[in-house]
């Protein structure tokens, strides 16, 4: 098998080259695409090292699988390409998450959906959807989910190295006495908590929060699925936390949802203490505590979740579901 990486510079790209790595996925080839300025960088893998190249059709050529870490119109660019020299395109932007010919695909929740891509392009969600329905997904089992209340709260990672590096400077210039100037978030980020992430949208709901509410529809297979969520920035570098309300058709106890969380794959239950970025950071499992009974849904559950937006969040789903292909026989 030939495996190509889209975006392969990117905080997401090099993740992705990680966990193949670490997943010890067998490829006879690994190649890596980035823009013209990336061309000739060399990146660890495997114990030797890999060459970054400008994507060309030529080099996408004998490929059978492409992982996208690319922002969403360079994915719209390069996708029938990539499906026209014969690869699956595992695409993690927002491009073709609400196609309805393209999987949506959280592989422990709905991987059997991955099985059918007549377009040759299987969808990655969004970071906070997935850490959501990873947690929420064992409740639904028992008795089908009806509406979730959420409110994410989300690292600055999450917009990438700026993110980061706006954090540290904004540190640094208060520190100093010096006046901040943001830029990759709407207003300071150092010490404050910032309710906006993504484009105004419908209903005064942001982009980022109508995520949540399409794609848990279509992952969970319920287009009546009702949702409102709110999304908060927060001055942590690494890993999303998000509360969820969540109504089910039959009430449960607190009991009955705790088993099914610690017997979910990819869940880890804490009884004792509680979920936190610092805690979840670097690895693929969600964590998920703070289980009670929810005071306004009859029945329902409220819970907490934390989990790495870069690693299960993106990254690792993404080679999951490539797993997932591999076993199933789908490459």
């Excluded at 980020?189 to 279509?218: F, Q, V």
């Excluded at 670097?282 to 934390?306: E, K, M, N, P, T």
Aim: net charge negative.
């Amino acid at each position: 098998m030939k495996i190509g990486i889209l975006g392969a510079t990117g905080a997401v790209g090099r993740q992705m080259l990680e966990c193949l790595e670490e997943r010890h996925i067998e490829a006879e080839e690994v190649r890596l695409f980035a823009s013209a300025r990336s061309e000739g960088k060399k990146i660890p893998y495997n114990g030797s090292e890999l060459t970054v190249h400008e994507i060309s059709e030529a080099g996408l050529q004998g490929l059978d699988v492409v992982l996208g870490a690319v922002d969403a119109p360079y994915a719209e660019q390069w996708a029938p390409a990539i499906v026209k020299a014969g690869a699956v395109f595992i695409d993690n932007s927002k491009a073709f998450r609400m196609d309805p010919e393209v999987p949506l695909v959280v592989p422990e929740i709905n991987g059997e959906d991955a099985l059918d891509h007549p377009k040759g392009i299987i969808a990655n969600p969004n970071c906070s959807t997935i850490i959501t329905l990873m947690a929420v997904a064992p409740l639904h089992r028992i008795s089908p989910i009806r509406a979730i209340i959420a409110s994410t709260y989300q690292a600055v990672s999450g917009a990438g190295m700026k993110g980061i590096e706006e954090l540290d400077q904004e540190c640094k210039d208060i520190a100093e006495g010096k006046e901040v100037h943001p830029s990759a978030f709407p207003a300071q980020i150092a010490y404050n908590c910032i309710p906006w992430i993504g484009s105004a949208s419908e209903a005064d709901y942001t982009s980022e929060e109508l995520k949540m509410r399409n794609e848990g529809r279509k992952i969970l297979h319920d287009p009546q699925l009702k949702v409102t969520c709110t999304c908060v920035r927060v001055p942590v570098y690494r890993s999303h936390s998000i509360s969820v309300s969540a109504a089910c058709e039959k009430p449960f106890t607190v009991a009955e949802a705790e088993e099914a969380i610690a017997s979910f794959p990819g869940d880890v239950l804490m009884k004792e203490g509680y979920p936190m970025p610092l805690m979840t950071s670097d690895q693929d499992l969600v964590y998920v505590g703070r289980i009670r009974q929810d005071q306004v849904f009859d029945g329902g559950i409220a819970l907490w979740c934390c989990g790495d937006q870069i690693r299960k969040g993106a990254a690792a789903n993404a080679v999951e579901i490539l797993e997932y292909l591999l076993k199933q026989g789908n490459l």
